[in-house]
């Protein structure tokens, strides 16, 4: 369980308190706000505040003194002709701020996203929790022999409860020794910045997160997409549900742009003008790279 | 006036609408939201939204689950704290979203504040407004011959008035040409994109600009400060109002720290502390350059 | 002209002195160094300094001891990989500084690039040059009425010369006024700070500006397009030249994958597959607005 | 030793090969180049380019055509100008790329500098080495009593060399396993992304950085500072040394105002005012809490 009683608690009070404000109130979001989706083993993303919505991206983009918005419809062609062109300020205008549950080792890809503001939890000032990622035996996979740095086939049960022996067993000892090393009964116990380096990447690390709308879709972009690491992915999926129900005209268009479009260059359209044209057009006629002929036949076919 | 009736209105009609909200809510936000800050003869801020309070600072710095406050002296500490040892990120985790309307000249400069988002009036989709800045004639001051990129004495009034009779002039023939290039009767009509470019850098333009605390700070800090063009630091001032009464305790340490406080280079203190100890130091023993000199010794004296 | 006899000697003593260094050097970029490619009636794009090449791209992505090179197509084929999956910061590590000088109303629509460093000619300190943009007769369009902010036909020859004339008679007096604002004989002289407001946007102004391959490429790509007004368009495909020469295996990539690629929607890509498949599908079919149809149908048929 | 004899036959091959160039070129920075500073027990920094020198700070400055220098003694002015004032642009003209290699928990901490540009080893993609960072036995110290996040004594003899057991134990076990999971001998091999979580947070990674001289300093400030980490110190320290030799001027501006520099809140400088004037003021007249008393009295004194 990612949440104790007493924290359970904290977040229902502060769901009991509502209070009236002028400010644009996006009501996907209100049903959100504080509650903790749980993430992988012990990991979770709760939304603290948000601004904005989907009426605010356009109400940017007009400049507008009012409210900004002309009709349901005429925003969400707005929309996506913002997201269509590249328009991305207005989107800059949504802002989200995040508490994450995570394994350290997805924190260090997490924090390469640069245009965002955070908060993390200190293992100079504070004790970390005794909590490691263990995945469960179906998401250990051997390493992928066609993506170079991606995982393919499951392992076996065997090679996998071993797996799950060692990460457990390493994780508890090293804890152990954080523990000891910091105790100061009976010694004078070591700093906890230097006690820390001794726990694995798979301990749980957890920070404030915030950043704006556009910034916001190319995390979920990159880290929803199959070839990100499975275990930031879930995150990533998490976030986007979240988005959805926050900003649902700009969720859609970002999901037919980015998530469901696919970026041709300039020798995929050619090969695909030809084969329009009724040409069979293959591999040896692509003029293309047999990776980039991989991945344009999964979607195109091979001829 | 900045604001047509019909704008009024509709800030009018924002303003009488609050709704529910589980966010944290800035009571002193609340009473400026929406409404338009005169500043110059045709300019404004306007608050159009707002995320967090001074407990939010706190809540981010300590991760917490809950609201994160502790008691207010303890938040004033923390906060305090953060600002005097250079942690930003917590002053990061407050965004407020302004729409200004602005003489060019004043946006070329703002704009420099680069952590931001931005979405201008387009110039190349809409049509300007006949609006120039026209300045007070005892806004009207000769280049400084201290500082070689202020500006000194106040002009005398004839000098002032043929001043600003150029202005007004220039102004609106510029204007006239504007809107005789881009009309269309008689003739195919002037693109928004080009004719614009001949209008001066005097005149209004608008943008919806957001920020995070931290670099609000700065901006303020720089464009509020006494070297700053007076064209942009009433407005700087007119924005440090609104954070004043948005995050109280924040802005009580930013003035403390940076806009009350003084940065001494080692040789200043080096001189600080020979005359603490009772020494007579001056301008020849003090090893600064003439410029060094002459701003510390508005602050400490000369001798 | 946009450089006097005395800047083209400064640049000419600058090329004249090599030194040697122990850095990578890009033999394209040597070529260009200091040397002013001209833009518009007075602009120029001059490189000023350069850090990295195509195989500094590689080096960073294989983070090498060494050179980092392997062979010339086995870096050729990263570079299309990296360019491919969007693996953006290893175009990071190159790194190139410009001097550019240019209208004030293209400056503001170039400073939008945030990513970057920028120190431009100050105002406040300096008397501007008297050179503005005046365009040529064939580059004055009307609005378009298809694309709400670009420019569509020609101007006649007679509506052309009477835009011409206004622009050339309103900048020359505006300029006469700044003169005479700020002159310091049998007056105080308005400081330049002030006085500046008074001149158009087509006045010309001039920076250093600095910034990554992989901004460098965002920026050529939004501005390069033919959707970018003219008169930045320009300057975007003058440095655009430049970045062939320094990084050419780069360079083609960014060609091929994004200037001569097309991002398709998911809803274009399902209009795509049914065509391939034999099917005829139209606009009726395409669940497509007006406005994006009428871009698919541009690259690939009615039907 | 932090690097193999093939690594350093390849720095060997690399300065070798002077070429010449128009650029600006900085001798101690060409000393630098490719060459590796140790920096704890297996970690380095190295110099791999540069761009500018402190000639190319004033050149920005001054928007020049040409080199832009004055005269040595007119640009170490310029520079202390730019430096007092806070006009940080300039700086940002020049950049430097390092190879680092360094303990993930130093690195977690690095990475928060967000603005430069980073290419880090991947765990996915390649085998990471079994480096781990185990301290001097006279680096361990104690949780500190005052700083809540730092350290304090030095630990006894006999408990150092227990926390230098579990250290050293807990990462040869903890790779063992690694290395065990992710062979592919009679075992499927688990994927490297999974695998690398059993890791500890002092194994070593390594990663170029690129930066602007701005942002340079600002981590130098931080991190140099005696309330950093000494982990990260000792690296912000071989940074220190590197920018020295190639920025001489700019980097003692940067030590007297910065590192020998001292803010002073409102309340510090009316202290020192009242002092000077000849009173004694204490903690109890200086309105400060007690921490910023401590840090003040650090400076001045207790009365």
Not at 38 to 63: E, S, T
């Amino acid at each position: 369980m990612p949440l104790t009683p007493e924290q359970d608690a904290e977040i229902a009070a502060l769901r009991s308190q509502p209070q009236p404000t002028l400010r644009v109130v996006a009501p996907g979001m209100e049903a959100h706000l504080y509650r903790a989706i749980p993430v992988l083993d012990h990991g979770f993303v709760r939304v603290v505040d948000y601004m904005g919505d989907d009426a605010a991206i356009c109400q940017a983009a007009r400049v507008s003194y009012g409210r900004g918005t002309k009709s349901v419809s005429g925003d969400e062609g707005l929309i996506r002709y913002l997201m269509r062109h590249q328009h991305s300020t207005p989107f800059e205008m949504c802002e989200v701020k995040l508490h994450v549950k995570l394994p350290i080792f997805v924190a260090r890809q997490w924090i390469r996203h640069r245009t965002a503001n955070v908060n993390e939890y200190s293992g100079r000032y504070s004790i970390l929790d005794r909590e490691f990622y263990i995945p469960e035996p179906e998401a250990l996979a051997a390493q992928s022999v066609v993506n170079h740095q991606g995982r393919g086939e499951a392992l076996g049960a065997e090679e996998a409860a071993r797996v799950l022996d060692w990460l457990k067993a390493d994780a508890a000892r090293a804890y152990d020794h954080y523990e000891a090393m910091i105790a100061t009964e009976g010694q004078q116990g070591l700093a906890r910045e230097l006690a820390r380096m001794n726990l694995p990447a798979n301990i749980y690390t957890q920070w404030y997160w915030k950043t704006d709308l556009h910034n916001l879709f190319h995390f979920i972009w990159l880290r929803a997409d199959p070839h990100a690491q499975r275990e930031i992915r879930v995150y990533a999926e998490a976030v986007a549900g979240v988005v959805r129900d926050w900003v649902p005209a700009a969720f859609a268009a970002f999901e037919d742009y980015r998530q469901q479009g696919v970026m041709l260059s300039g020798k995929a359209v050619a090969v695909l003008k030809r084969r329009l044209a009724g040409e069979t057009v293959g591999f040896e006629e692509s003029g293309m790279s047999k990776g980039e002929w991989r991945e344009f036949a999964a979607v195109w076919g091979e001829s």
